[in-house]
């Protein structure tokens, strides 16, 4: 059974890779890119590997769009106990890399990092939660 904290982690990969095959299939070069930019923002020293999780979330690849964005969305809430303003702010931060990661940044990926970052907002974790599980 996967922990909160990587549940998060695989719903960010989700919607990363939401984001990056929105205007297509995403090429061999572009999934290279989508695995550095989410290993390089978000390893840490967590017990698990974000390599894995981005890896399995490629490999599946079948769902479109709108059930992966709301499936993450709901992951992310569920699981908000352990969202801190760290991991929060680096998810955002994940979402604008990978919309701009191929330029133009098209309407389409503007407008789920628009929505993202509305849906997002709202949702904060219980620090006593997070910190005590992080540290």
């Not at 922990?3 to 205007?23: F, R, T, V």
């Not at 894995?52 to 106990?81: G, P």
């Not at 919309?99 to 219980?126: C, H, Q, R, S």
Request: proline residues 4%.
């Amino acid at each position: 059974m996967d922990s909160p904290i990587q549940n998060l982690h695989y719903a960010i990969g989700e919607l990363a890779y939401c984001m990056a095959k929105i205007d297509g299939k995403v090429q061999k070069e572009e999934r290279e890119k989508f695995h550095e930019i989410v290993v390089s923002e978000l390893e840490d020293d967590y017990d698990f590997n974000i390599s894995d999780i981005v890896f399995h979330i490629m490999e599946k690849d079948k769902t479109d769009s709108v059930s992966s964005y709301n499936w993450a969305i709901n992951e992310i809430k569920m699981n908000s106990h352990y969202l801190s303003p760290e991991l929060k702010g680096k998810f955002i931060s994940v979402m604008e890399k990978i919309a701009n990661a191929y330029p133009p940044v098209t309407m389409e990926e503007k407008d789920i990092l628009k929505k993202f970052k509305k849906d997002i907002a709202p949702i904060n974790g219980d620090p006593v939660f997070y910190l005590k599980t992080v540290r």
